[in-house]
């Protein structure tokens, strides 16, 4: 499995590891791009996320795409943004949700006086 990037595109393909012609199972359009594909444990699919046009911050959505043709379908998880792995066992996932939130704190004095020595 590849990941590659062509003329501004995020294409998935699939070579043997004994080598051999790269085969495209799906290119995305400019704005899309694909992150961590992974196999099903069938091999009969990868398991991918998709960034969309909003980037990062609108979320991630997560496909199932055939290797051997057949429409792609997405998995309906809920508000993803970040990292999933998928069980061995093919029949359960993890994921993070919720949004990102960066905060800054300034907490002061919060360490004791230190008293001079005489």
Request: charged share 25%; glycine share 14%; hydrophobic share 35%.
């Amino acid at each position: 499995m590849v990941l590659i990037g062509r003329e501004g595109r995020s294409t998935l393909m699939v070579v043997s590891v004994d080598g051999g012609v790269p085969r495209e199972i799906l290119s995305l359009p400019r704005n899309e791009s694909f992150r961590q594909p992974e196999w099903s444990p069938d091999g009969q699919s990868v398991i991918a996320s998709k960034v969309g046009p909003g980037g990062f911050a609108a979320g991630l959505e997560i496909w199932r795409i055939p290797i051997g043709g057949g429409s792609p379908q997405k998995l309906e998880l809920g508000d993803i943004t970040g990292e999933f792995r998928l069980h061995p066992d093919g029949r359960r996932i993890t994921f993070t949700n919720g949004r990102l939130q960066r905060e800054v704190w300034a907490i002061e004095n919060f360490l004791p006086m230190l008293q001079a020595k005489r």
